[in-house]
């Protein structure tokens, strides 16, 4: 079965602080893998995407790494923002237009 | 450039009404989806289009109707609204598979209520 599992559901940290978001995979065939962000009331904006040869990919402060071997992902955000508060969704694609979405990692950033 | 429109962004029906929801985007897009989120889980495929004239049934496709008469616009249409219905509905819109990058954008969201 196709699923995308993301930890922590919840995650709180203190503004400057660094983290780390997990989205582990069982997708296939795999064409892409993608993180989201959504704001509270927002649609979902794309931060990365990777296809199966990228390791890692930058966007500002939020970095994405891609592990296809182990069907793993993560995305590290630097010095946290107040801003950075939102939904972090991890969605990979089979292709052909067929995505399959992660439940989402909620961060709450506290001054 | 409004990139992916959806209207209305707040609607409560009672059930057993009928509604219809626009998406509208400008991007030139080839495909377009339709796609539900209800708290505490990810979102899930309604139906989608690979272009115009063409529809296809996603995850949860039950309940609802989709056309895709123009390229531009996406429809998404409830018969008779069950309380089941209850969600934020989200479209959105990608680039043909040939572009491969698979990128969504997306709408600012519907909220629909049914009581």
């Known amino acids: 079965k196709n699923q995308v599992e993301q930890s922590p559901q919840s995650l709180i940290i203190l503004e400057g602080k660094n983290c780390t978001l997990q989205?582990?995979?069982?997708?296939?065939?795999?064409?892409?893998l993608r993180w989201y962000k959504q704001d509270t009331g927002r649609g979902p904006v794309s931060l990365t995407i990777?296809?199966?040869?990228?390791n890692t990919k930058s966007n500002g402060r939020y970095t994405a790494t891609l592990d296809a071997d182990t069907k793993q992902s993560s995305l590290h955000i630097t010095a946290s923002q107040l801003s950075d508060s939102a939904s972090y969704i991890c969605?990979?694609?089979?292709?052909?237009?067929?995505?399959?979405f992660g439940d989402g990692t909620t961060l709450t950033v506290k001054p | 450039n409004a990139g992916v429109t959806q209207t209305p962004k707040f609607r409560v029906l009672k059930t057993g009404q009928s509604m219809t929801l626009l998406c509208a985007q400008d991007?030139?897009?080839?495909?377009m989806y339709w796609y539900r989120q209800d708290p505490g889980m990810g979102l899930r495929l309604i139906h989608y289009?690979?272009?115009?004239?063409?529809?296809a049934k996603g995850e949860v496709p039950d309940g609802y109707n989709v056309s895709r008469l123009k390229k531009q616009n996406f429809l998404l249409g409830l018969e008779s609204a069950a309380p089941s219905q209850t969600s934020v509905y989200f479209c959105?819109?990608?680039?043909?598979?040939?572009?491969?990058?698979?990128?969504?954008?997306f709408g600012e969201g519907s909220r629909l209520t049914v009581l």
């Open positions: 959105a819109s990608s680039y043909s598979r040939l572009a491969n990058t698979g990128e969504l954008f």
């Open positions: 989205c582990n995979y069982t997708v296939s065939p795999f064409s892409n």
């Open positions: 990777m296809t199966f040869s990228e």
């Open positions: 969605v990979v694609s089979r292709g052909a237009g067929k995505s399959t």
């Open positions: 991007m030139n897009h080839e495909y």
């Open positions: 289009s690979v272009g115009e004239g063409t529809t």
